[in-house]
DNA sequence: AGTGCGACCCGAACGC
DNA sequence: TGCGTTCGGGTCGCAC
């Protein structure tokens, strides 16, 4: 589950990997997964390289000289870095060769990554990208943003620490974490967030993902970054994935819930 | 405008 | 053992 730590891992590793490699041709096994025209993809790509690797939340943007391919990972889409001549295995749906004869595959279990190639002048109006709401640790991320943003809305904060539109880059696994250190219940209405948790919200995200960018992101069920790149952040999960397990602070049980169709893991003593 | 839910996918986990 | 069913999870599009 790629989320902005491992989207970021993803990024610092590629960057070693790839930048300046002539790319002699682009193979694509499953269409649907790219969002623009595809042979402007192909050609686009053909005889250029990518320049820089830039993030925006959980967005990869490869950049080129004159276009951007944006790529989502979503689930379960990971990049790997192989040579040539070995065998083109299960869900690799994007091959990406160099002249170097190197591929860079992407590996998609689920099929839900999506890719999409826009002009550079495109970006600011691309409304995948556009639409991004504050990171953590960006300064602008205040208490005050989020009051104003929360203001309106009666959904459970859990749901809406989801909405990139407002954070981006959090996904359930650091929904869940954030929530747990800022002590706040998951089911508590967003108009009903005081200041003070608001705070809480601003400094324990930009902690939480800090440390598991350190840690080269979380790798839960199968999902290792790319590259056999694997996080190490799981080790200091507090709350997800650990369903009747002893809370690390007060020892009572983790419980697990759905919120708008999504596992939830809180500790209903620390979190009231 | 805000909310809720199905669709997209397919392997793993579960139930019988 | 084997088969059918359910689950998960980010995002979009649609209905209300």
New binding site residues.
Partial sequence: ???IAEVETVRNTLKKQILYKKIREVKIL?E?MIESDIEEFKNSLKNNQFVDIKRR???LLFELENHYLLS?L???GKFFLKFHHEPIV??EHIIITFSDNTDLRYHD????G?MNLIKKEELKTC??IA?QGLEPGEKELTADYLLESFK?????IK??L?D?TIISGL???Y?NEVLFASKINPFK???RITKKEAQMIVISADKIITRAIELGGTT???YTSSLGVTGRFQQELMVH?RENEECRNCHNKIK?E?I????TYYCPTCQK
Wanted: no cysteine; proline share 4%.
């Fill in positions: 589950m790629p989320e499953y649907q939340g959980k967005w989502h979503r689930m379960e299960k869900h279990t689920r099929k839900f999506r409304k995948s639409k309106s809305k009666t959904m459970p749901t809406i989801l990139q996904g359930n696994i929904a209405k967003g108009n839960i069920k199968s994935k697990k759905k708008g169709g999504r596992s």
